[in-house]
């Protein structure tokens, strides 16, 4: 059971990047896929989720209409497409699998990947 963020980097404000999650085993069997982030002296947050089998997704209020997730289940890889990115959004991404649930909640995910760093210069 694993999942691998990458896409990190450093980007400019108005800038784009998109993150990727690679999933393994039983990580990658489950419907609710989510990323969250954690900025320093901050508690990790909540940016978006999506259900695989309804492909139904939920956004942080912060990110909405400038972020998206998306899954992709032949190559069992999960998506953040960031656009229009601002200064505070930089943080360590994570992305989380669980079997069920809302999604909107760190203490429903089962399984987590290692984080990948993002950074918006000003």
């Known amino acids: 059971v694993q999942l691998v963020e990458s896409g990190g980097g450093l980007v400019q404000t108005g800038g784009s990047l998109r993150l990727s999650c690679v999933g393994s085993g039983r990580a990658f069997g489950t419907d609710v896929m989510g990323w969250f982030r954690q900025a320093p002296g901050k508690e990790r947050e909540f940016v978006a989720v999506?259900?695989?089998?309804?492909?139904?997704?939920t956004y942080a209020d912060s990110v909405k209409g400038r972020f998206t997730i998306s899954a992709d289940d032949a190559d069992d890889t999960l998506y953040l497409q960031m656009n229009n990115m601002k200064p505070e959004d930089s943080a360590v991404y994570y992305c989380a699998a669980a079997p069920v649930g809302s999604g909107l909640r760190e203490d429903e995910y089962d399984y987590w990947g290692q984080g990948t760093q993002v950074t918006v210069s000003s």
């Open positions: 999506i259900h695989r089998l309804g492909r139904v997704t």
